[in-house]
């Protein structure tokens, strides 16, 4: 089997160790203070004459207003946060099927690399010809993947130094050497993706030209054919560059020059030289949607942004160099340098390029060593993976591929990019063919409340038993007892038991508490006490222990009611159990196996007293000791912060004798589980 940790982005522990401590300082400010009921503030003089009502609600909408915006903001912020930090998975086709929008195989391999947050595209987005630097010694890991801003200050520095020189200051060999030498300069941006890079590639496409033309070397490179018209090959290239942005002609000082750029212009615009077409249908249908695939990219031409409005997909360019670069709202998309004069078809595809290479070429590769842990691939396309990892640069890049066209977990073929090491790595099926994870944890913590629950000692049962003898009516009175403010008090030590089961980021889980009460109550009982839930009769009278039952059982003396002889019986428990299940979801990278901030809502049922518990939890689940946690077995440990209520119900001391509830008393706690998932 291949190792399937190596490679992974390391999570960012400053943010984790300071989301903790920021979780620890909440709760010690819960656990610490207590409410009080504070005296309504008296509005002053001042307050009254400021103005009506309408102008303090304005201002009060204003400033609400204002937090919308920036809370929006801060949002927005963080989703792109994500976005960059999301798994990137390419999706390559299989017999011209794409499958990079199937949700089964978006589900399987969310689930299969642990990561519910993972974003899915087509083959085409990883072809990066365009952004693949032209130093062929350059290594895969060493691709930069954009031209550094350094290239502009060394452009615009040789312009500077050569546009001063007159043609008569050189010998035509010295201006040959040095056509050659700026040419090689242009180099340096070698992909333009961004408007700040053409001005000055264009300045010194001007400056190249003229070199070649006072070299008097009518030759390639410097001159070239476009169409049936021998050109100045660079002096045309600048002269395409200002067809786009004419205002770039401002630049160029010497009239000369500047005349020789416009007229390659203007052959452009008045059709002397023909444009020709790039097509952006998906080769794979055949078919283009201008609106659905401008939702999905934007176009840039040589680092000009372009829509793309013909129904047919076709867009004019003028023939030479054209950069072509579709980006994405969360990263970037497919790149090609397109030299347009150096094919003979009226029509370049430009999708349908990226697809053949990698949808075709790039699969072919991979299915020849499928079970190999580091399959054999071309050179270009390791370049590709190197670059579009550096695009992304915190996100994992994998590739999938749906095997003879099936989305099942044990046939998708899957390899992750491990960037510190320059090759693809197969990613086994390490969820044993079963999309659930466990993790069975174990813990203690501490529960407070706002209400007692103290045991009724028999002076209080014999006054309830008296009132409904006396009224021959069951007395309503509950036993349970409510603190007048909201002040926490130490309830009980409750130790945990609890099995989670995790899919995607679907929180599932079963377990048991077993509390031990921490005080005694003022009847000198520290344990737990109610009725029982049936009463057997054999067992002696009023075992069930309910008032009525002393009356009805002593029967009647002139049609008076009479209390019987009743032996008082409760259900005494030292530890408290508390039976639940809980659902909730699970956030962050690792939350397919278990690891993130995560909250769930429990529901369960205590056997003594008897009350519903229904608590809210948040919390976080970290794995200790590893950096990378993956695969089914890790260590993990768990910080549980929750709060809700235990309701009397039904058969209870706590509830009074005509409802089936009693008054909620709350519940708060926090609690440190530690286990393993599995």
Same mark, same amino acid.
């Given at each position: ?33 207590? %409410? /009080? ?5 008296? =509005? *002053?003089?001042?307050?009254?004459? $400021? &103005?009506?009502? !309408? ?58 690399? %642990? /990561? ?5 595209? =087509? *083959?085409?987005?990883?072809?990066? $010809? &365009?952004?693949? !630097? ?59 993706? /961004? ?13 190249? &030209? ?65 444009l020709l077409k790039l097509d952006f249908t998906n080769d794979s249908e055949n078919r283009f949607d201008p609106t659905s695939f401008a939702d999905q990219y934007t176009v840039f031409f040589n680092g000009v942004e372009k829509t793309i409005t013909s129904e047919r997909g076709l867009e004019e360019r003028p023939p030479g160099r054209v950069d072509v670069y579709l980006e994405r709202d ?11 004069d150096k094919f003979d078809e009226k029509v370049y595809f430009v999708r349908g390029v990226a697809r053949k290479k990698m949808g075709l070429s790039f699969r072919d590769q991979l299915l020849m060593f499928p079970n190999e842990c580091v399959p054999p691939v071309d050179g270009d396309i390791l370049n590709y993976l190197a670059i579009y990892q550096r695009l992304h640069p915190q996100a ?126 003022e009847f000198g009982d520290g344990g737990w006490s109610d009725k029982f839930q049936a009463w057997n009769a054999a067992d002696g009278p009023n075992t069930h222990y309910d008032v009525t039952d002393c009356f009805e059982q002593g029967g009647t003396v002139d049609e008076e009611p009479v209390i019987a002889d009743c032996a008082v019986v409760l259900r005494q428990r030292t530890w408290q ?102």
């Amino acid at each position: 089997s291949c190792a399937v940790g190596e490679g992974k982005a390391e999570p960012d522990t400053v943010s984790e160790a300071q989301a903790m401590w920021n979780w620890l300082v909440f709760a010690a400010g819960i656990l610490t203070s207590t %409410a /009080r009921a504070e005296p309504a503030p008296v =509005p *002053d003089a001042a307050a009254i004459a $400021a &103005g009506p009502v !309408e102008t303090v609600e304005d201002k009060i909408e204003e400033k609400q207003s204002e937090a919308e915006i920036k809370r929006a903001a801060r949002q927005a912020e963080i989703d792109e946060a994500n976005k960059a930090k999301a798994a990137r998975v390419v999706v390559l086709p299989w017999d011209n099927e794409e499958f990079w929008e199937n949700d089964n195989l978006r589900r399987n391999v969310s689930i299969r690399i %642990a /990561r519910p947050d993972a974003r899915f595209y =087509p *083959d085409i987005d990883l072809y990066q $010809a &365009g952004r693949k !630097e032209p130093d062929k010694s350059v290594r895969p890991v060493d691709q930069r993947a954009v031209v550094p801003d350094s290239a502009i200050d060394e452009l615009n520095s040789a312009v500077r130094e050569v546009e001063p020189i007159p043609f008569n200051a050189m010998a035509e060999q010295e201006w040959a050497l040095k056509a050659n030498e700026l040419r090689d300069l242009a180099e340096r941006i070698w992909f333009v993706d /961004r408007p700040e890079l053409r001005e000055p590639l264009f300045q010194l496409y001007v400056q190249i &030209g003229k070199a070649a033309e006072n070299s008097n070397a009518q030759a390639p490179p410097f001159f070239e054919y476009i169409g049936n018209y021998p050109v100045n090959y660079y002096w045309y290239l600048a002269g395409s560059m200002a067809w786009e942005t004419p205002e770039l002609l401002s630049k160029v000082t010497d009239a000369e020059l500047n005349s020789s750029v416009n007229n390659y212009r203007t052959m452009l615009e008045t059709g002397q030289i023909p444009l020709l077409k790039l097509d952006f249908t998906n080769d794979s249908e055949n078919r283009f949607d201008p609106t659905s695939f401008a939702d999905q990219y934007t176009v840039f031409f040589n680092g000009v942004e372009k829509t793309i409005t013909s129904e047919r997909g076709l867009e004019e360019r003028p023939p030479g160099r054209v950069d072509v670069y579709l980006e994405r709202d969360d990263g970037h998309s497919l790149s090609d340098r397109i030299e347009l004069d150096k094919f003979d078809e009226k029509v370049y595809f430009v999708r349908g390029v990226a697809r053949k290479k990698m949808g075709l070429s790039f699969r072919d590769q991979l299915l020849m060593f499928p079970n190999e842990c580091v399959p054999p691939v071309d050179g270009d396309i390791l370049n590709y993976l190197a670059i579009y990892q550096r695009l992304h640069p915190q996100a994992e890049i994998y590739i999938a591929i749906a095997n003879l066209g099936s989305t099942a977990s044990n046939k998708i073929l899957l390899w992750r990019w491990v960037a510190s090491q320059g090759w693809l790595t197969r990613v086994d099926d390490n969820t044993g063919g079963f999309p659930v994870r466990f993790a069975l944890l174990g813990g203690v913590g501490i529960t407070f409340s706002t209400a007692t629950y103290e045991t009724p000692n028999d002076e209080t049962l014999t006054e309830l038993a008296e009132s409904s003898a006396v009224s021959g009516t069951p007395s309503p009175t509950s036993i349970l007892t409510s603190a007048d403010n909201v002040s926490l008090v130490p309830l009980a030590f409750p130790i945990n038991i609890q099995l989670r089961g995790h899919y995607g980021r679907l929180l599932m889980m079963i377990g048991q508490q077993y509390s031990l009460r921490l005080a005694e109550d003022e009847f000198g009982d520290g344990g737990w006490s109610d009725k029982f839930q049936a009463w057997n009769a054999a067992d002696g009278p009023n075992t069930h222990y309910d008032v009525t039952d002393c009356f009805e059982q002593g029967g009647t003396v002139d049609e008076e009611p009479v209390i019987a002889d009743c032996a008082v019986v409760l259900r005494q428990r030292t530890w408290q159990r508390l039976s639940y299940t809980g659902l909730g979801v699970v956030l962050g990278r690792n939350a397919s196996i278990g690891f993130g901030y995560r909250g769930y809502i429990r529901a369960g049922w205590y056997n003594a007293p008897h009350l519903v518990d229904l608590t809210g939890h948040l919390g976080v689940a970290t794995a200790p000791f590893v950096k990378n946690p993956d695969g089914r077995v890790n260590p993990v440990v768990d910080l549980d912060f929750w709060g809700g209520a235990g309701i009397p119900f039904k058969d209870s001391l706590f509830v009074p004798q005509d409802k089936k509830l009693g008054n909620p008393g709350l519940l708060f706690g926090f609690q440190v589980l530690a286990g393993l998932t599995f």
